[in-house]
């Protein structure tokens, strides 16, 4: 069925609890620095990695509702992938509080892989109304018509594209597990099954099951903290990134960054069969 243009506009909202337990395993699942992280007799709790965001933006992002309103089937839902995230972070998420998180279709587009549907999110502490961070998400339906050419205006990540890594270039190799998606799955609170099961990944179209774009995304930020800040993640103000080719669970990666005349650093990751699973990163430290 072609995804509806009219729900361009819609605003849907949800209030959730960031609990101890889900941020230490969301830190835990991508190596995040364990003194920072993983301590939650810190004074003040563990620091929450800013990329948290993504198990607060899911709860909306991955609700079966969306795409009830998108006009889309169950199986066209599961052939959905992300396109690209780019996210703002304004103040830190800390472990005990309450979130108040909204969504808005902003954007719809005709490509020749699918429908391209942007979303703007943003979350705010529920009790202070501060904002934590801004997000846009962009999903492509792979083989799904839209009712219109394009609709909306474009994010301004996709209007001005950042460079790409100069010759000066950092690389770090990450050898993943096979079964780390299952294990971020868990811990991200992030479910889709063509990330944990074969025959769904299979049946759309995918030759195994495949690690989360917020994996590729997650574990990028830890390379460029590590060698840019000394793993500091509190130090992270923006990361925005677009995906590309899928990266197959137990495969490996190899995150190319440098620093830009900007101030901003650029970063790519390619897949262990030399193919680009991001392009156009960049990172943005305080």
């Known amino acids: 069925m072609p995804i509806n243009s009219s729900a361009l506009g819609r605003v849907v909202e949800v209030v959730a609890e960031v609990d101890t337990r889900w941020v230490l395993a969301y830190a835990a699942s991508l190596g995040f620095d364990r003194a920072l992280c993983l301590d939650d007799t810190r004074l003040g709790g563990p620091i ?9 933006e899911w709860i909306l992002a991955g609700d079966p509702a ?21 996210s703002t972070f304004h103040r830190p998420f800390r472990a005990g509080t309450r979130v108040r998180i909204s969504s808005e279709f902003r954007y719809m587009k005709r490509t020749r892989a699918g429908t391209l549907v942007a979303t703007r999110i943003t979350s705010r502490d529920a009790d202070a109304g501060d904002l934590l961070c801004e997000t846009w998400m962009g999903s492509i339906s792979r083989g799904v018509d839209c009712d219109v050419e394009e609709a909306g205006t474009p994010p301004p990540y996709l209007a001005a594209p950042p460079m790409p890594p100069s010759a000066d270039t950092a690389c770090a190799m990450i050898q993943t597990d096979y079964g780390l ?25 995918l ?13 990028a930020a830890r390379e460029i903290l590590r060698d840019r800040a000394d793993g500091d993640v509190r130090r992270l ?6 995906f590309r080719a899928p990266v197959m669970a137990g495969g ?20 262990d ?6 392009k156009g990163g960049v990172a943005e430290l305080i």
């Not at 006009?71 to 052939?79: A, K, L, N, S, W």
């Not at 998606?181 to 179209?205: D, F, S």
């Not at 030759?207 to 574990?219: A, E, F, K, M, S």
């Open 66 to 86: 969306r795409a009830t309103v998108l006009g889309m089937t169950p199986d066209e839902r599961i052939r959905s992938v992300q396109a690209f995230q780019d």
């Open 252 to 271: 490996s990666l190899a995150v190319r960054h440098a620093v830009m005349p900007d101030g901003t650093i650029a970063f790519e990751v390619d897949t």
């Open 273 to 278: 069969g030399g193919l680009a699973a991001m």
């Open 181 to 205: 998606a299952h294990t971020y799955t868990e811990c991200a609170r992030i479910w889709n099954p063509i990330h944990t099961e074969r025959a769904v990944a299979l049946r759309a179209g």
């Open 207 to 219: 030759p195994d099951i495949i690690l989360h774009g917020t994996v590729t995304w997650g574990l």
């Open 48 to 56: 929450v990695p800013p990329t948290f965001c993504v198990g607060l």
């Open 237 to 242: 103000r923006r990361l925005a990134g677009r």
